[in-house]
């Protein structure tokens, strides 16, 4: 087989998966509108929930990329939202104040992202080791300090925008939102557009390409690596105030209950953008919400447990399917010392 012949080969292969890719998205699209059509309040119930699912996904999702966009690899996501909505807990306890409760959650986060920077840029720690050194203090100084009985006082209500929250279908998913949720939205645009629009995009994706090269015209590498990973840590720190303060109004311990680590998948299949990551925390979120949807139905002949791990299964398939053809940053876990 020739050159020209496999490289045709391999063009048309691309073409057919991109091909099967949009065909695959209009006919979800309209599945979707047909299931509305069918069952309007219930298909507006479960693509909100779906949407209210995405949230922590997404947060931690722009946390990881942010912190790989740099060259820092970022595993404890999970221990920094567990932590984040503890502490957002037990401030919501003592004080009362929904709002003071979530800074405090997203200054929790950030602590823990500067901790994760330290450990990989001053001590120059493996970045695998020092998340899972995250992940396990999250989890031994939650589970320890957690005192049953407490209870918050209080939970983010959703806010409905005016007229918009009654346009059909549109209306109840993305305008009937408690404030995080609205927040996670305008974060994810923001994000985009900082990212690859601003200077500061423009050095976060130097420096996690080619810092030496960054290095060069004057950018300092390592302080850029300690700004965006805490950074970054605020928004995990957002994710783990958003379980607490406005998707269960409660804290237990383990709640994060692994969508740090999905986070990472979602991050992955996004391809390290913000707009990328949003539409794959959607495809979670709205695992999360078939999975719960399927329950209600009372759909005896799925055992529980089948139904539970959907969303799961859905991470390894997509991690087993799509990483190969993702490309994570050049730099991304490589210690860069200065000259």
């Not at 950030?110 to 050194?133: E, N, P, R, Y």
């Not at 006082?153 to 007229?163: A, F, S, T, V, Y």
């Not at 237990?252 to 390290?272: D, P, Q, S």
């Not at 959607?282 to 005896?300: E, H, N």
Request: charge should be positive; aromatic fraction near 12%; proline fraction near 4%.
């Amino acid at each position: 087989m020739t050159t020209t012949t496999i490289t045709k080969l391999n063009n048309g292969l691309k073409l057919d998966a991109a091909f099967f890719g949009r065909v695959a998205v209009v006919a979800v699209a309209v599945a979707a509108l047909v299931y509305y059509f069918l069952h309007p309040q219930q298909a507006a119930a479960v693509y909100a929930s779906a949407l209210r699912q995405s949230t922590p996904l997404v947060l931690g999702a722009l946390c990881g990329l942010i912190g790989e966009r740099t060259g820092i690899i970022n595993i404890g996501i999970e221990g920094q939202m567990l932590m984040a909505a503890f502490i957002a807990f037990l401030v919501n306890v003592y004080s009362g104040n929904l709002l003071v409760a979530a800074v405090a959650g997203v200054l929790a986060g950030a602590f823990l992202g500067l901790f994760l920077a330290w450990m990989s840029i001053t001590l120059k720690m493996d970045q695998i080791i020092g998340g899972t050194v995250i992940n396990i203090l999250a989890l031994g100084l939650t589970s320890f300090f957690y005192v049953a009985g407490l209870t918050t006082k209080g939970k983010l209500q959703p806010i409905p925008l005016g007229p918009l929250a009654d346009i059909p279908l549109i209306g109840p998913i993305f305008f009937n939102n408690a404030p995080i949720t609205y927040l996670t939205i305008i974060l994810v645009f923001f994000f985009q557009f900082a990212l690859f629009r601003t200077v500061w995009g423009l050095r976060t994706r130097a420096v996690g390409e080619h810092p030496s090269a960054a290095d060069t015209v004057g950018i300092r590498v390592n302080r850029m690596r300690y700004l965006n990973t805490t950074l970054a840590g605020c928004l995990s720190g957002l994710a783990g105030a958003y379980l607490t303060l406005e998707a269960v109004g409660s804290f237990e311990r383990g709640m994060t209950n692994g969508r740090g680590f999905v986070a990472l998948a979602v991050m992955i299949f996004g391809k390290w953008t913000p707009l990328g990551s949003w539409g794959a925390a959607l495809l979670f979120g709205f695992a999360t919400a078939l999975q719960t949807q399927f329950q209600f139905l009372g759909l005896d002949f799925i055992p529980h447990q089948f139904v539970g791990m959907f969303p799961y299964v859905l991470t390894i398939v997509v991690l087993a399917g799509f990483v190969g053809r993702s490309r994570p940053p050049a730099a991304e876990g490589k210690v860069y010392d200065p000259e």
